[in-house]
């Protein structure tokens, strides 16, 4: 089942800081986060893994809540290279069998 | 490295024309995936291969198949195409448990 992301679009001022959440029914074994500018492949930002683990980009930062199955993106002084779609993709069994992907949170940031 | 690389980039079919898409990668990842993209509905899983030797179907696997021909490619064949294909197709691959890197993509139109 697909996760569920929050919100569904952003805009914000360069500077401001945003948060986007992604939720599961599903226990999960990682989430992974990604972000895709329009007409371009999505791009690695954030692997957080049960149990703790998590690696990814310096500047953006993540948790990973497992008694809830939920996820959130922190983007913090946010710049106008951040704008683009935001997409979770969770996996389940920690196994080589792909993310399930929500539907993405569109980020628009302006001068 | 160039990664992952994909080819065609674009491509434009008739209803009932076959084509085979190809991927391939160069960090000696063992495992590799198919995804498709449609509008508002972020990326949905056709087939995986998991090690070579071996493919699984994925969430969306009607009207494909794939072939593990080596470590390094995978491919995704389309054996008579559909308009409801019209996509934007990617492949990625990855260490397991580890995060995926995304190939350029492939722009499926069929008419």
């Known amino acids: 089942q697909q996760p569920v992301q929050s919100p569904q679009a952003v805009i914000l001022r360069e500077g401001e800081d945003a948060v986007i959440n992604c939720s599961s029914s599903k226990a999960l074994y990682s989430v992974h986060w990604y972000r895709q500018k329009h007409g371009e492949a999505p791009v690695f930002l954030m692997i957080?893994?049960?149990?703790?683990e998590q690696k990814g980009h310096e500047k953006i930062s993540a948790s990973f809540n497992e008694k809830k199955q939920q996820s959130s993106l922190y983007l913090t002084a946010s710049q106008l290279s951040y704008s683009g779609t935001y997409f979770c993709?969770?996996?389940?069994?920690?196994?080589?069998?792909?993310?399930?992907f929500g539907k993405g949170t569109h980020l628009i940031i302006q001068p | 490295n160039a990664g992952v690389t994909q080819t065609p980039k674009f491509q434009v079919l008739k209803t009932g024309q076959s084509m085979t898409l190809q991927c391939a990668q160069d960090m000696n990842h063992n495992s590799m995936y198919w995804y498709r993209q449609d509008p508002g509905m972020g990326l949905r899983l056709i087939y995986y291969?998991?090690?070579?030797?071996?493919?699984d179907k994925g969430e969306v696997p009607n009207g494909y198949n794939v072939s593990r021909l080596n470590k390094r490619e995978f491919s995704l064949r389309l054996e008579s195409a559909a308009p409801s294909q019209t996509s934007v197709y990617f492949c990625a691959s990855s260490r397991l448990r580890d995060t995926q890197y995304f190939g350029p993509g492939t722009r499926l139109t069929v008419l």
């Open positions: 957080l893994l049960k149990g703790g």
């Open positions: 291969s998991a090690s070579e030797g071996t493919t």
């Open positions: 993709g969770t996996n389940v069994g920690g196994g080589a069998d792909g993310l399930t």
